[in-house]
């Protein structure tokens, strides 16, 4: 289940956040580590999971898996869904 925490912005209740930082960027937040996703607005949201591919931590950066990567698309495909948006994963 999502809270909308702004307009932009929801937290599910495991506690991981789904933001949209710009016109060309969804960002998943999870405890110390962060990722960033492309993406394209438009009548639906273009999700370029292909071009996500480390995490974002204190210091630096770490390669992500996978599975990760498969787990972390469809957690911001949810929270995009939440803030009302159609989104296709490319």
């Given at each position: 289940m999502f809270t909308k925490l702004a307009p932009p912005k929801v937290r599910h209740s495991?506690?991981?956040v789904v933001q949209?930082?710009?016109r060309e960027a969804v960002e998943y937040l999870e405890a110390e580590r962060r990722a960033v996703v492309g993406v394209d607005f438009g009548i639906t949201v273009?999700?370029?999971a292909n071009r996500m591919k480390e995490w974002l931590v204190s210091g630096g950066s770490s390669e992500m898996s996978a599975g990760d990567r498969t787990e972390i698309v469809?957690?911001?495909v949810a929270g995009l869904e939440a803030m009302g948006s159609k989104v296709v994963v490319c």
């Open positions: 495991s506690g991981y949209v930082a710009n273009s999700v370029y469809r957690r911001i």
